[in-house]
């Protein structure tokens, strides 16, 4: 035979707070706001619409993005690329080494 017990919590333990109010339908999150928002909401609707309707790819949606995503990996290989070359050129050519 199967015994089936009621939850009871037990006396000991920290009773659960009340739940907040309901939200109303005009402002769904007005019961759980506890600080202030970040950035205005037209600001963030704005900066929403304008990263959801990119074609871009995601690594160069922000403004910034072409500078850290394109042109430092591009400088480092360019440059990189010139001192394996001049690297190559010195050691063929006997420059630089020590007799």
């Known amino acids: 035979m199967l015994m089936v017990s009621r939850c009871v ?37 704005k900066q929403q619409n304008y990263f959801q309707n990119l074609t871009k790819h995601t690594y160069l949606k922000g403004r910034y993005d072409v500078i850290t995503s394109v042109a430092i990996p591009l400088a480092l290989a360019a440059s990189s690329m010139f001192m394996i070359g001049r690297g190559v050129y010195n050691m063929s050519h006997g420059v630089g080494k020590k007799e």
Not at 26 to 41: G, I, K
Request: cysteine-free; overall charge positive.
């Open 9 to 45: 919590p037990h006396p000991s333990l920290p009773q659960i707070p009340n739940p907040p109010p309901p939200a109303t339908a005009s402002r769904p999150f007005a019961a759980r706001m506890t600080e202030a928002p970040f950035l205005p909401r037209e600001r963030l609707f």
